[in-house]
């Protein structure tokens, strides 16, 4: 049994603890990433056809980890956003130049921010890679998490001490509940439909989110003049459109979405992905911490999981700074939860209150709509506060979101 003492052990290698590796090896932390998949050999549009609208602030976070110039090849800019109603009265417009900005985010597919986070981490001596990966045994001691796993090269078991562990498996395991952690979930009564698409006109860096009553669409701006769309919808009504011939979903498509880029051209492979809310808690322990979809599940209407958990990650790197992990982290620990608290709460409330708000066709609301939207649009000091929001600078302002150290 091979042994080993690492800073910190994580468990999954998604974005967010390719992420968390990268982040914490940049502070001088040795870093083992355990994955349960074969990251290196899968087919790109097999693993995930995903893709992660990045805001402002994740792109800072990115800029002073020194990881933006790699990501940048691969982001499309959102320069403008427009928000309707499908049947109300009512829509809104934000525009970058009008916040002094270039562009409000940026749009990645999932496997390349994967890919490229995965190639940094290849590359940092620090952080030791261990994929596919088969956890057989997680233990918390004092001094931190013990883990015995398989991988598929040595099929012996293995054995990794860490000082610290970060969760971030996505939630699906039952790692969480061998620590004694309670999860709470809630089901949405949605699927979100993801295929990325042509229109007759290239987007020109706009963003598009439009509410129905039976669940909104976006459509977002990808590189090589393609728009990334994520359309929830009730599970059957999903289901239908999923399996519907091409002309068919195209013409549901243009039902909702109408004919402003014009007709579309051409249909990716079109993926399902049930939504729920949930939410794993406490946060934090002694030696422990959860991040991203380990900790919290959203909905995507408001684009924000990634870009929270990345909030998350760089609020860790702040609140370990200085703090040896030979010692007790868990007052640091501690602080990460409690900074990070509020704005995952304001962010899961507000993703809440957006499918609420539009997701059904009650008549009372059509006049709440329609107010929120022309309201927005007539005020512009409202309209920057929610895209500031929206950008990620809502609070907590942590080091690595001021730009580079
Ligand atoms: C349709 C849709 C659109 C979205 N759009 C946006 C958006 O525009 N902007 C945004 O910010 N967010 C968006 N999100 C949310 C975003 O995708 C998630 O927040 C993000 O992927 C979470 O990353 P993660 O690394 O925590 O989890 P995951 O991506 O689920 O990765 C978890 C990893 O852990 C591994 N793993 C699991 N169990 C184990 C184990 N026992 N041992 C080892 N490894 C394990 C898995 O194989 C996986 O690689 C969207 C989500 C959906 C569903």
Redesign the pocket.
């Known amino acids: 049994m091979q042994q080993g003492m690492r800073d910190v052990c994580i468990?999954?290698?998604?974005?967010?603890?390719l992420s968390a590796a990268l982040t914490l090896a940049r502070q001088g932390r040795s870093v083992t990433l355990?994955?349960?998949?074969d990251l290196g050999y899968v087919e790109p549009d097999a693993m995930d056809a995903?893709?992660?609208?990045l805001s402002l602030s994740s792109q800072r976070i990115f800029e002073s980890l020194d990881l933006w110039d790699d990501l940048r090849p691969n982001c499309a800019p959102i320069r403008h956003i427009h928000v309707s109603s499908a049947g109300h009265l009512g829509m809104t417009r934000l525009h970058a130049d009008e916040l002094g900005l270039e562009a409000m985010g940026q749009v990645v597919e999932?496997h390349l921010l994967q890919q490229t986070l995965l190639i940094e981490a290849e590359r940092e001596p620090a952080i030791e890679l261990c994929f596919p990966?088969r956890?057989e045994s997680l233990q918390m001691q004092d001094s931190g998490p013990v883990i015995e796993f398989r991988s598929e090269q040595e099929e012996d078991l293995q054995c990794r001490e860490g000082r610290l562990l970060l969760l971030?498996?996505?939630g699906?395991?039952d790692?969480a509940a061998r620590l004694g952690l309670q999860r709470e979930s809630r089901d949405y009564g949605q699927t979100?439909i993801?295929a990325n698409l042509r229109f007759d006109r290239a987007g020109d860096g706009w963003a598009w989110e439009r509410f129905a009553a039976r669940g909104p669409m976006a459509l977002l701006p990808l590189v090589r003049d393609r728009y990334a769309l994520?359309w929830s919808l009730p599970p059957q009504q999903a289901e239908a459109l999923i399996e519907a011939g091409e002309t068919d979903f195209i013409e549901a498509l243009h039902q909702q979405f109408g004919y402003r880029l014009g007709r579309v051209r051409e249909v990716g492979r079109r993926a399902a992905?049930p939504l729920v809310l949930r939410r794993t808690r406490p946060l934090s322990g002694s030696r422990w911490a959860l991040?991203?979809?380990?900790a919290n599940v959203l909905h995507?209407v408001a684009?924000?999981?990634?870009?929270l958990?990345l909030r998350d990650v760089s609020t860790l790197y702040d609140v370990l700074e200085g703090c040896s992990l030979d010692g007790d982290p868990g007052e640091a620990l501690q602080r990460y939860a409690r900074r990070r608290e509020p704005d995952q709460q304001r962010t899961l409330a507000w993703g809440n209150r957006l499918v609420e708000l539009f997701g059904n066709d009650l008549p009372i609301l059509d006049h709440g709509r329609a107010a929120a939207l022309g309201l927005l649009e007539r005020c512009p000091a409202l309209k920057c506060e929610v895209a500031w929001q929206g950008m990620g600078y809502g609070s907590d302002l942590s080091s690595l979101m001021r730009g580079r150290p």
């Open positions: 468990v999954g290698g998604g974005p967010v603890g355990l994955e349960a998949r995903r893709s992660i609208a999932y990966a956890i971030a498996d996505g699906q395991s790692l979100a993801v994520v992905f991040l991203g979809n380990a995507p684009g924000q999981g990634f870009n958990a």
